[in-house]
């Protein structure tokens, strides 16, 4: 298959989405897009935030975390008069 045609085939899929799938298509494909920029922000992180990321995933991983939906609901509840 040739460039153009894979063009033309991603264009027709692309248009045949509903509003809700092309937005989340958008959204994956701005990820793949912006994937090799991420890796090269990577680099650009000091010694030390990368340490911090390190230790926080590490934290994640033995259950030091708080769950999203707990962070959420005391964040709503702090600021429901906002």
Request: avoid cysteine; proline fraction near 2%.
């Given at each position: 298959m ?5 063009k033309?085939?991603?264009f027709r899929?692309?248009d045949?989405l509903?509003a809700?799938k092309l937005?989340?298509?958008y959204g994956?494909?701005l990820?793949?897009?912006?994937s090799k ?5 990577w680099g ?13 995933i590490?934290?994640?991983n033995?259950?030091?975390?708080i769950?999203?939906?707990q962070?959420?609901s ?5 600021y429901?008069?906002?």
């Open positions: 040739s460039t153009e045609e894979i033309l085939q991603i899929q692309i045949a509903d809700s937005k989340e298509f994956v494909m990820n793949f897009i912006n920029k991420e890796d090269d922000a650009e992180l000091s010694e030390a935030e990368q340490k911090g990321i390190h230790e926080a590490n934290e994640l033995i259950g030091k975390g769950p999203h939906n962070v959420m005391r964040l709503r509840d702090k429901s008069h906002a």
